[in-house]
């Protein structure tokens, strides 16, 4: 399941935490369309260098993406010392 | 042992809770660890990796870590080692063979994943007496 919501969170001390839930959909929405309209530029790399061998490889680029993005769900990152506390967390 | 029996075992032995709760509560993760997701073969199937850094009994300010990776997600950007340049691999090829890793970033597969996972278990190490650094999947 791809995630929906980042939940984002910082703190440092002596300051008042800053957080927000930012919705996950906007970044799919953005990168969708920059990967449009890159594609034609990466289609045309991928066949001036296809015999070489990196042009199947930048094909492959867009489904892998997709799929790490599509992954990301259940990441958590939470780190904390002394002085500054930090939270990234993908549901 | 996993994390939430680790706990109910700390919780019995700060007394925090009885003998018989601690009973209880070892036997409802018993029944839930019962429905855990395995594949064909029986072999369990390990959803994330979790790295966790406490400090030690020195150093109870020091750095707390919680970090948990999907599996999945794993699995998918070691597709992206395919696209380190030759030279580079060859680099980081020589550099992990002076640790004693014999690793090929460009062809490791998701079975080999699989046996480093299912081999890792749960693994604490004490770093310099201070820190404790646990690595372990659920």
């Not at chain 2, 209880?24 to 594949?39: N, P, Y």
Request: net charge neutral; hydrophobic share 45%.
């Amino acid at each position: 399941m791809f995630p929906l919501l980042l939940h984002f969170k910082i703190r440092q001390s002596g300051h008042r935490a800053f957080g927000f839930y930012f919705p996950v959909i906007l970044i799919w929405i953005i990168l969708a369309a920059l990967l449009i309209a890159l594609l034609p530029f990466v289609v045309l790399a991928s066949l001036i260098t296809w015999r070489r061998g990196p042009g199947r490889m930048l094909l492959l680029v867009y489904p892998m993406m997709v799929s790490v993005l599509w992954h990301l769900s259940g990441l958590h990152i939470e780190t904390k010392d002394a002085e500054n506390e930090v939270l990234i967390d993908f549901q | 042992m996993n994390e939430e029996k680790r706990k109910v075992l700390d919780l019995l032995a700060q007394g925090k809770i009885t003998v018989e709760e601690a009973g209880k509560l070892l036997s409802a993760l018993d029944d839930s660890s019962a429905e855990t997701v395995t594949d064909a073969g029986g072999k369990r199937i390990w959803k994330y990796l979790r790295v966790q850094v406490e400090p030690g009994p020195g150093s109870e300010h020091g750095d707390k870590v919680n970090i948990r990776v999907p599996m999945k997600l794993i699995r998918a950007g070691l597709k992206f080692a395919a696209f380190i340049p030759q030279q580079a691999q060859g680099q980081v090829k020589e550099a992990l063979r002076e640790k004693g890793l014999n690793i090929d970033l460009a062809k490791i597969t998701p079975q080999d994943l699989e046996d480093l996972v299912s081999n890792l278990d749960d693994m604490t190490v004490e770093v310099d007496g201070r820190d404790k650094v646990r690595i372990f999947c659920e």
